[in-house]
């Protein structure tokens, strides 16, 4: 067998402090409820076909220009407000990501979102340096307790014409 790259693997930890209790937030980090913050975000669900959360729930989204992003629900546990995503973007990625929602001080929630990256090509490299700001960029990370907030704030899905998608556009892919 043989390989195309050297894979990398990219290990990035977020902890966004949301003005709201986790009841409220935990909600927002499903494929639903990201909608509401991650501008550009548009889901299309494959299994089931009508919005879930549940283990099992497969959807998917156009987040790197041309390119679709497969995700899988691993884990999905209300009570212990933890959730567990796999996602695949072909020659680009494969990714896990662990979300947990914990009480904060006060009426707030501190979100944690681990996030393991592997690259699959050059490309893929570039993509995710660019994401998690390895590049020099504002990282995706960065941003996430403010759209959030926003979101919580306003009530109105987050303006759709700066997000984590036009982020992205700005690159030059190669295969």
Partial sequence: MQKNC??????VEVKAKLNAPPDITYPLFTAQGEYYWIPGWDTTFIFPEQPDAEPGTCFAHVLVPGKQTYWYTVQYDPELRQTIYVSVTPDIWIMRLDVTCEDGPGDTTIATLKYEFTSLSKT???VIERLTGQDGSESFGSQI???INEYLATGKPVERKR?????LHGLKLRS
């Fill in 6 to 11: 050297e894979h990398k693997v990219y290990t």
């Fill in 163 to 167: 997000g984590l998608v036009q982020h």
């Fill in 145 to 147: 307790d403010g759209w």
């Fill in 124 to 126: 893929g490299e570039t």
